[in-house]
């Protein structure tokens, strides 16, 4: 069996990764209670940054909640901006000084785990999980079959006899 090296692009770095963070919003009335908290617009965006994986997102927060004794309610939202960075263990072999991508994926969209008020101040918690991987060159060995396969032999299907009967039996002016 011989064997041959070739270079190809493939994922030589995968990791993902887990985030809690905390977060306050200050709001022109008290709030009595905390209706609801939604996070929306996730977007986010991979690099590599010497031997890390940086991710620059954003999301928008919008919280809802009543206030002068549940009598009123409103909705306040807020732009939160993020840079994570990853250790990423690469395979052997990966070449990193070549072209790589950064692919980011979202495992677990940013959510809302718990809200807290204190007088005009709304504090809240939101986990989210990035998952990375980094496509760049390798190397690897294959096996390959020196003997080449013999090639089969064609018939040809069709003899004069069935050329004949196609020639008669066609109708020229089928389209009229």
């Known amino acids: 069996m011989a064997y041959k090296e070739i270079v190809t692009k ?3 770095g995968k990791g993902k990764k887990y985030f809690k963070n905390s977060y306050e919003l200050e709001v022109e009335n ?3 209670n905390v209706l609801g908290c939604w996070v929306i617009n996730h977007k986010f965006k991979g690099y590599k940054t010497g ?3 940086g991710v620059d997102g954003s999301f928008d927060v919008n919280i ?3 206030y002068e004794n549940d009598s009123k309610t409103t909705v306040v939202n807020k732009k ?3 840079n994570d960075s990853f250790n990423v263990k690469t395979k052997e ?3 990193l000084t070549s072209d790589t991508e950064i692919i980011v994926r979202t495992l677990k969209q940013p959510t809302c785990l718990k809200v807290d008020t204190n007088g005009n101040t709304i504090n809240f918690d939101i986990e989210k999980e990035l998952g990375v991987e980094i496509v760049g060159e390798t190397k690897m060995k294959i ?3 020196e003997e080449e396969e013999p090639w089969d032999e064609i018939d040809e299907e069709m003899d004069e006899k069935v050329e004949e009967e196609i020639d008669n039996n ?3 002016n089928y389209i009229k």
């Open 10 to 12: 493939a994922v030589i």
């Open 30 to 32: 008290t709030p009595s």
């Open 51 to 53: 031997d890390k994986v």
């Open 64 to 66: 809802w909640y009543s």
């Open 80 to 82: 939160i901006e993020y």
């Open 93 to 95: 072999n990966a070449d």
């Open 143 to 145: 096996s390959v079959e």
């Open 170 to 172: 066609v109708d020229e």
